[in-house]
């Protein structure tokens, strides 16, 4: 198949009760799937994902639950339409998603690995009533200019993720944050309001996490890369696993460059395809490409992309 496909994984963020139901109940391979992360982890996945409870907000437990579903997703269209993508790019935590994809990690190490993220980040943050905020309607420098101003006046905020066209997610300590909203509005944001995150991701609040990190990553990352992984510190690809050690630990304390990965990789492929619940980055695409983008995050949307990937081809 001569079609130019981007693989795509959601973050923190795309969570929710339910998802991946329906992979696990029409599908052998995602029971199994689920029950090696359970085994490996002893967190009850079909508890977490299921039925509802406080768990799945906490970051420990949210990082390995979307990447289960994404490598389930991910798993089941490779075993019907077995392609090799242009390159895969994961927001954040999507970019452990992302390296399953590709054959860099197993996806039940990758599980257990992102477990252990939530716990460091988690950890990093604790005893800090930290926050992270959304900035719409903004341009770049702005935003980084007053967060900029704001730390030379002692306080703790830093754009973290590069989005979208004018939208930036902003991390911190949570009353600085709130300090900071109405200077946002005040430069004439449109909508400055805090996120339901229990950590501040991508921002140096988390340098304690990254050596711990980093051991873990040396022990399961493989040199084994069937495509390259765009990274979210440079938005430019690499495929080795000297590289991933370098970046992985890095992608903890600096901001995800999604905008600018999208932007400059788009005419490289003809389509995108998003493995994971929500379809949170096709929303954040829709400004940025014209391309046809599909997110298989059920059986329905499974067969769909791989019926209209076929005609593409």
Not at 249 to 275: G, T
């Amino acid at each position: 198949m001569s079609i130019k496909c981007a693989f795509l994984f959601p973050g923190q963020g795309s969570q929710a009760v339910g998802m991946g139901q329906d992979f696990f109940n029409n599908s052998d391979v995602a029971k199994q799937m689920v029950a090696d992360a359970t085994a490996r982890t002893g967190i009850d996945f079909e508890t977490l994902l299921f039925t509802e409870n406080d768990d799945l907000e906490k970051t420990e437990f949210t990082q390995p639950a979307i990447l289960l579903v994404s490598a389930i997703a991910h798993k089941l269209f490779e075993d019907e339409m077995p392609i090799r993508p242009v390159y895969a790019l994961g927001h954040s935590l999507g970019e452990f998603s992302a390296l399953v994809s590709v054959g860099a990690i197993d996806a039940i190490d990758a599980v257990e690995l992102v477990n252990l993220r939530g716990k460091l980040m988690a950890e990093a943050c604790a005893g800090q009533d930290v926050g992270m905020m959304v900035s719409l309607g903004l341009e770049d420098e702005v935003v980084e200019e007053i967060c900029s101003a704001q730390r030379e006046a002692g306080l703790q905020v830093w754009p973290v993720n590069y989005n979208a066209a004018g939208q930036i997610v902003i991390a911190g300590i949570k009353p600085d944050l709130e300090v900071l909203a109405p200077v946002l509005k005040e430069a004439k944001a449109k909508r400055a309001m805090l996120l339901n995150m229990s950590v501040a991701s991508h921002c140096p609040l988390l340098e304690s996490a990254t050596e711990p990190l980093a051991v873990k990553l040396t022990e399961m990352l493989k040199d084994e890369f069937i495509a390259p992984v765009v990274s979210n510190v440079t938005a430019k690809t690499y495929n080795t696993k000297a590289e991933a050690l370098d970046l992985l630990p890095k992608q903890l304390v600096s901001p995800v460059l999604y905008k600018q990965s999208i932007a400059d990789f788009d005419d490289s492929v003809d389509c995108y395809i998003e493995f994971g619940h929500g379809g949170v980055l096709k929303g954040l695409n829709r400004r940025a490409t014209k391309k046809p983008h599909f997110v298989v995050s059920d059986m329905e949307s499974l067969q769909i992309a791989i019926d209209e990937i076929a005609k593409l081809g």
